[in-house]
């Protein structure tokens, strides 16, 4: 059971540190500018304390216990120094601890995740385990027993705060190396036999980076906190000027029984909470940086359920096709600017149609697929165009009645059937789950089961989990889900992509074998043109967000009109017309490329 | 799920707020209900062997609601038979005779007799280690040899030198040991003996452990039913707490002193009454007079003069305290001098250096005749606030005169360990340390023999001090076993040697400042060298006593008249912080909801 | 799984030797803080091992390591020196009240954390989430004892509305009575602990749930036309396990207390008894504690390998292959 070391897998890890762009308006941009703000404020205070305050911080320059004044800003402490000047100064040795103990912690983290993360096997397991013994460290004999042998001072304070949250950074860090350790350029570094400290400085140090300057401001966050929890314990320096030794002397000269706590415990505590909430913002910001899942983005809120829609059947004289699309327009905005990913896009999947949509990768297909869904998710944005569903209008802003459609007039088969099942619950489940939209639950699971036989899947493995099905099962499970609710219109982007050719031909054979029982349109989305062009009745070639050609498959693939239709056709010698999917594999399979 | 989950968040404020509403503040009077007293350490079973003297200062006050001793208090000269009726010395005084009062009994019925008290001599030097700081009862000074039971009444203590002070050291001091619990026990800083068993006034009852200990009178006590038949110690460790229980009411007193900076708000609260006794407390700077140069008397001198205690006991205790004496021992001590004089002189301990060799250095730091410059570290508990104040504060003062002190902050086991030589007659590593004497010290007639007497029988003086001056040890020496008169003109003889020698700096002697909510108990019994929780503050004859003289205002309570709005201004921020925290929390909450309901695109 | 096992107890083995060592590293011992030479007088090398010799603690090290591992063999583990008692009974006297304090703070710290964490992520990006992000980074970032001392200074000192110190009341109280003390004694300590501990679950539910809704199948889930709640369902029950995790870690290390927060309300938990026996040298008491410390540790690490597969079918079906 070593693959879960639960303790040396920190939950917070962020697997992708790949800088993508982040949509605008995220909170870690703002919480990032108020951090530095903050901290700038502190910054300020503390390198220009001896200017701006008008006392020492140590050594008595009013009576005792003097209230706030002209001459004390915050009054004097229980031997009349100046309270004004220890918040300043205090901001020194909160922050020098802070950078040192991060640089300690972080650093001594960073070695033993690179050190563990690459040469793997037992030198990882050993310091994994002493991560996971930091845990259960005793860790304030520890501050006496370095205070014993160095003294109660900045040094030992930060050796102490290094040695206990080193394991933290160790432990994201470590994950971060074991991925960046599978990345390509990396096991390529090595095939040509870069030598160990060479990959560790020149490839894994670099794809860590981000995350160790994460990991750099949280520890020095938990050090600040460390710092004042050991003064204000007793267990620090009580002649070094901090705002935990502050709070110290505070305590212990019961200011909470006197008057004195308005300006002898706020102004230490609050500066505390500012400089670690500044931190721990600025963490946040370089962590959303470092991981722009966390950036969230706007993603819409919807409301209504929409199994309380009116079905947007075709009405009984309707002959128009099932889906008809108006100029489509989506794009993304991110930080880095607006691209516009699907661009007037119009065409319409006339019913029992097979409609083929090719193009390569990034020319905007899943993007239309999302739109269509009303699953559009942010950065991106439909800005404009109409959809009609047998008719009627969807409008882009009627989410509600785009709800009602989606699993009933239109469903999905999407991309990477591997990862479309929650692997968390049975498959029979999942499909009863889509099948109950129309129908009460016995029934829906009667459904489920009905529909899992008819894709192939034997009734005493129903109740098994995603986790257990190879790839081309759980496309059909998926391809089940989508039909639970017959829909009419059925979107299939790449269904069959990282499947074995065997398995691809099957399932392709099953898709067009149910199209035809349920009498559903198909609008088959894939960049593998001769795929597409053996399935479709018509073809549609998009490029860089547009349609740049339209048709019949015949006539698209017989005789291209755009320049961009010849060069696909072109990449694909021996596609000529169409051709029968058999149970066999297509010919150019077969052929050299 | 919202709709169903914010109503049970909702309810948990509430279900929280309803435990606070039923008041918490319940007086107690002295009938029926217990009186509760905040103790400020957990003491174990309150057996004289089981105290950690390290934690708690007020523990001989608790051992002695449960344990006498034959004459009480050990502040006086001549102490008032307690368990003992009388004690007789032999012509030399190395033998006495004290016979016991008629018909005592322990808590548990059977009759205290003669053979108790041989035994809990003898029981003490066996256990010499476990006893601690009644080790020295059984040891040294006086030297004890045996104890012999002469009848049921009546036992002979035997000492090896002359020892004129017995009914004061161990008399008054020594907590006399049930023999029939006790000669059983092996291993007497365990626990295992239970509940303890006393003769005194009170029978522990209960004990939780760290928090509580529940008392009950014990209605046959010699001197008379005590006035208040049950006790609850909780034990709180942190004063503020203590005290702002005091305040609410929540105990009815305080067994420790007022901080200085309450002292003044608790004199103006109308519920509050405030007590005075000193419990000759000190605290001094010792310096080790062993390691050059601070063994040059000069040196410690010059430094003794340069120090400012007048501005420290103002700063430090806000002159709630008597500024230090060259002559050490406590102003009101029956056996010191009534000098008190200063020896501040700053200028003339400069010159004092400069004839001594001491020429000035780098940094403004002097340098000694060795050619080793004047900078030492001192040591502080860090768990001692006053005592960090003051090292900071010293090292200020004596910044001006060339010597350099650093202050090194330690948790206790750490100071002593730093204090102990590696081996016993080494000269330890420490430069000085900051240190505090509890009234034993200060009132103990051999004092001084125990400081600074060198090198002792076993090394007492060399281990407080290492101070080390033939002279003195004679006249010391004579002084433990001399009659108390001439006994105390040779003890200012000592303290003579001490203010010129200056092997310890005595900074202040702090002020008795008790509190107590006179509504809820006013018997407190204020005896010199004890705080208020002792025995006596229950028993009917002391408490008569204490509430006359109270009443006719020679004692130093004061239950001040003056009502003042306290807490009025204390009220106002908070709560006007919570309020806008909460007004933040509210509209926080309402913008979200339209923001949310917007966001629909 | 013996594999891990094995591993776990190497650790433990690693901290029952470390909890022997690094407390005699320290200066000073238990005779030190018991005896301070100016309240006992100083303590001849004979008396320092006789008091020592009452708990063993006379002997020559590798004896006393050897007595300390038979001692955890039998569930035996000597004697506190400042206490005289045994230390099983006073680490049973305090687990309670760490029980009732650092579990109840981790319980509804874990359910407000994980609740807020999700919430925050289903509306990321919108009003709701931005404000309780930075919200709760605020409460994370209050120290402690800084928010323990403003509420004893509010709530019992200003307004006296709750006891300053202690976990239960000194009057004698029982039943309802007693349960109500108690718990106006538990609300301060428990609030300042559970406001303090809310951040980093927050942040793991957060990042869960945002990671999750990446996944395919929520797009999956919703192209299939489930609702809004049972799309959050699918994601949640994915994103639970790291959450479980740091929650459970949470609890395993309770039997460190809670020092911090134990000191300010004089709360008897086993942070504040381990923090005593550090500063008064109570060697079996810190070798005792340090132990509970370390199994806590270990024990959640083996809960949450038991939990893992419970929440993640394809950890269950590994797990059961490799054993």
Request: aromatic share 8%.
């Amino acid at each position: 059971m070593t693959a879960q070391p639960l303790l040396s897998n920190d939950t917070t890890a962020l697997p992708l540190p790949v800088t993508a762009p982040r949509p605008a308006g995220s909170p870690g941009r703002t919480l990032g500018r108020l951090g530095a703000v903050l901290l700038s404020i502190l910054l300020i205070g503390a390198v220009f304390a001896p200017l701006i305050a008008r006392h020492p911080a140590t050594g008595r320059s009013g009576r005792p216990f003097e209230a706030p004044s002209g001459e004390h800003w915050l009054g004097t402490n229980d031997i009349g120094e100046d309270l004004f000047a220890q918040l300043l100064f205090g901001a020194r040795v909160s922050l020098t601890i802070a950078l040192l103990a991060a640089l300690v912690g972080v650093g001594v983290g960073l070695a033993v995740a690179l050190l563990a993360g690459y040469s793997r096997g037992r030198v990882e397991t050993v310091l994994m385990r002493i991560v996971d013994l930091t845990l259960a460290f005793p860790f304030l004999v520890l501050v006496i027993v370095l205070a014993a042998f160095f003294g109660r001072n900045l040094f030992t304070t930060v050796l102490v705060i290094g040695a206990v949250v080193w394991s933290r950074p160790a432990r994201v860090l470590r994950s971060q190396v074991v991925k960046a350790r599978e990345n390509q350029h990396v096991l390529a570094a090595q095939a040509m036999g870069a030598t160990g400290p060479r990959i560790i400085t020149r490839h894994l140090l670099p794809r860590v980076a981000p995350l160790a300057a994460a990991q750099f401001v949280r520890v020095a966050n938990i050090a600040v906190m460390l710092e004042a929890s050991l003064a204000f314990l007793g267990l620090g320096d009580p002649t070094r000027v901090s705002w935990g030794s502050t709070l110290h002397f505070a305590s212990t000269a019961n200011a909470i029984l006197t008057d004195s706590w308005p300006w002898w415990i706020l102004p230490p505590g609050l500066a505390l909470t500012v400089a670690v909430v500044g931190l721990a913002f600025l963490g946040y910001a370089i962590e959303e940086w470092a991981d722009p899942r966390l950036a969230g983005s706007t993603r819409p809120r919807r409301t209504a359920s929409g199994s309380n829609q009116p079905p947007l059947t075709a009405a009984a004289d309707y002959t128009g096709p099932v889906l008809e699309v108006r100029d489509l327009s989506v794009e993304y905005r991110t930080d880095r600017g607006t691209k516009l990913a699907v661009d007037e896009v119009s065409f319409a999947v006339g019913a029992g149609r097979t409609v083929g949509l090719v193009g390569e990768s990034g020319s905007g297909k899943s993007t239309l697929v999302t739109a269509l869904l009303g699953l559009t998710r942010p950065p991106g944005r439909v800005t404009a165009g109409t959809v009609l569903l047998n008719g009627h209008d969807l409008g882009r802003a009627k989410r509600s009645l785009l709800e009602g459609a989606r699993g009933r007039q239109i469903a999905l088969v999407p991309q990477s059937a591997m990862n479309a099942l929650n692997p968390a619950y049975p498959i029979v489940r999942q499909v009863a789950e889509a099948a109950e939209l129309t129908r009460d639950a016995p029934a829906a699971r009667a459904r489920a089961a009905e529909l899992l036989e008819l894709v192939g899947i034997p009734a005493e493995r129903h109740r098994a989990f995603p986790h257990e099905f190879s790839g081309g099962m759980r496309q059909r499970v998926v391809i089940a889900m989508a039909l639970a609710n017959d829909p009419d219109l059925l979107l299939a982007d790449e269904p069959v992509t990282g499947l074995d050719v065997v398995t691809q031909a099957k399932i392709m054979k099953l898709l067009l074998d149910l199209q035809k029982k349920f009498g559903m349109s198909l609008l088959l989305i894939s960049h593998d043109l001769p795929l597409v062009a053996h399935a479709a009745d018509e073809m549609l070639i998009m490029h860089r967000g547009r349609i740049v050609e339209a048709g019949p498959t015949v006539q698209v693939t017989g005789s291209p009109q755009h320049s961009y239709t010849r060069h696909l056709l072109e990449a694909f010698p021996g596609v000529h017309g169409p051709r029968v999917v058999s149970g066999s594999a297509p010919a150019r399979y077969q052929e050299p490329s | 799920m919202n709709q169903v989950r914010k109503p049970v968040l909702l309810l948990l404020p509430l279900l929280l707020a309803g435990l606070v509403l039923p008041g918490s503040a319940v007086a107690q009077s002295p009938e029926g209900k217990p009186l509760r007293v905040a103790i400020n350490g957990f003491e174990n079973n309150l057996t004289p062997f089981s105290v950690s003297f390290g934690s708690a200062p007020n523990t001989n006050d608790l051992i002695g609601l449960v344990y006498d001793t034959l004459f009480w208090s050990q502040v006086k000269e001549d102490p008032e038979p307690w368990l003992a009726e009388s004690a007789e010395p032999n012509a030399d005084m190395t033998e006495w005779t004290v016979t016991l009062r008629d018909g005592l009994e322990w808590q548990d019925g059977v009759p205290l007799t003669a053979a108790d008290v041989a035994f809990t001599f003898e029981y003490y030097k066996k256990q010499a280690g476990a006893s601690g700081r009644y080790a020295h009862h059984v040891s040294d000074v006086p030297l004890f040899q045996s104890a012999t039971v002469v009848d049921e009444q009546t036992v002979k203590i035997t000492y090896g030198a002359p020892a004129p002070q017995f009914k004061v050291m161990p008399g008054a001091d020594l907590p006399i040991l049930p023999k029939h619990i006790w000669e059983s026990v092996t291993d007497p800083k365990t626990m295992s003996t239970g509940l303890p068993v006393g003769s005194g006034p009170y029978k522990l009852v209960e004990i939780v452990p760290d928090q509580l200990y529940r008392f009950e009178a014990n209605e046959k006590y010699f001197k008379g039913k005590p006035t208040v038949d049950k006790l609850e110690l909780p034990v709180v460790k942190d004063p503020s707490a203590a005290f702002s229980a005091l305040r609410t009411g929540e105990v009815s007193s305080v067994a420790f002193n007022v901080p200085p900076e309450l002292f003044d708000q608790f004199s103006k609260n109308p519920d509050l009454a405030l007590a005075k006794s000193t419990r000759y407390q000190s605290t001094q700077v010792n310096f080790n007079a062993r390691k050059a140069p601070l063994s040059d008397p000069k040196l410690r001198k010059a430094m003794s003069m340069a120090t400012d205690k007048d501005a420290l006991v103002e700063t430090v205790l806000l002159g709630r305290g008597t500024p230090g004496l060259p002559t050490f021992l406590h102003p009101d001590s029956v056996w010191g001098t009534k000098d008190t004089k200063s020896d501040y002189d700053p200028e003339a301990a400069k010159k004092m250096l400069d004839d001594a060799g001491y020429t000035p250095g780098a940094g403004g730091i002097r340098v000694a005749p060795d050619g080793k410059p004047l900078s030492f570290s001192m040591l502080v508990n860090s768990f001692i606030p006053q005592d960090v104040r003051a090292g900071q504060l010293i090292a200020q003062q004596l910044a001006p005169l060339g010597v350099e002190f650093k202050v090194e902050a330690l948790d206790p086991a750490a100071l002593t360990a730093r204090r102990r030589p590696a081996v016993m007659g080494d000269v330890p590593p420490y430069d000085a340390y900051i240190t505090n004497l509890e009234s034993h010290g200060h009132v103990d007639p051999d004092a001084l023999y125990y400081f600074f007497h060198s090198p002792g029988p076993k090394g007492f003086g060399v281990g407080i001090t290492g101070y080390t001056n033939p002279a003195f040890d004679k006249i010391a020496e004579a002084a433990t076993t001399a009659p108390n008169d001439e006994r105390k003109k040779l003890i200012a003889q000592l303290q003579e040697t001490i203010a010129t020698d200056a092997p310890s700096m005595a900074l202040w002697y702090k002020d008795g400042d008790w509190a107590y909510r006179p509504a809820d108990y006013d018997g407190w019994v204020a005896d010199p060298g004890q705080g208020i929780l002792t025995k006596r503050s229950f028993l009917p004859e002391y408490v008569k006593v204490a509430r006359a003289s109270r009443e006719s205002g020679e004692d130093g309570g004061s239950a001040a008249g003056e009502s003042t709005e306290d807490g009025g201004s204390n009220l106002l921020l908070p709560v006007v912080a919570i309020l806008a925290l909460v007004g933040v929390g509210i509209v926080v909450a309402r913008r979200r909801r339209p923001a949310g309901a917007d966001d629909d695109d | 799984m013996l594999r891990t096992t094995v591993q776990y107890a190497l650790v433990l083995f690693a901290a029952v030797c470390l909890n022997f060592a690094l407390p005699r590293l320290a200066p000073g011992d238990p005779v030190d803080y018991l005896f301070p030479p100016e309240q006992t007088g100083v303590i001849t090398p004979e008396q320092r091992a006789q008091v020592l010799g009452e708990f063993g603690l006379d002997e020559p090290v590798p004896t006393q390591f050897g007595r300390y591992l038979a001692g955890i063999a039998r569930g035996d583990l000597l004697l506190s020196v400042r206490y005289g008692r045994p230390v099983v009974d006073l680490l049973a006297e305090r687990i309670g009240w760490t029980l009732l304090l650092v579990g109840s703070a981790v319980v509804i710290s874990g359910l407000i954390g994980t609740v807020l964490g999700f919430r925050s992520a289903w509306r990321r990006g919108s009003a709701g989430d931005a404000p309780v992000l930075s919200g709760v980074m605020f409460l994370d970032a209050l120290p402690p004892f800084f928010v323990g001392l403003l509420l004893l200074l509010v709530f019992s000192v200003t307004l006296g509305w709750l006891p300053t110190f202690g976990a239960q009341p000194s009057v004698s109280a029982d039943g309802l009575e007693f349960v109500i003390e108690v718990g106006k004694r538990l609300i301060l300590p428990l609030a300042t602990l559970t406001a303090t501990s809310i951040g980093p679950i927050y942040l793991v539910a957060r990042s869960a749930l945002l990671s999750e809704l990446r996944e395919d199948y929520v797009l999956m889930a919703e192209a299939k036309g489930l609702t809004q709640r049972q799309v959050r369902r699918h994601a949640q029950r994915n994103a639970l396990l790291p959450v479980s995790t740091i929650i459970l870690i949470g609890l395993g290390t309770l039997a460190g207390g809670a020092v911090v927060v134990e000191t300010v309300f004089s709360y008897p938990g086993l942070g504040r008894l381990i923090y005593e026996s550090v500063l008064a040298r109570d060697y079996p008491v810190m070798q005792g504690a340090f132990l509970l410390l370390a199994i806590g540790v270990i024990a959640a690490n083996f809960l949450s390998d038991l939990l893992y597969p419970v929440l993640d079918p394809r950890v269950r079906q590994s797990a059961g292959a490799r054993a």
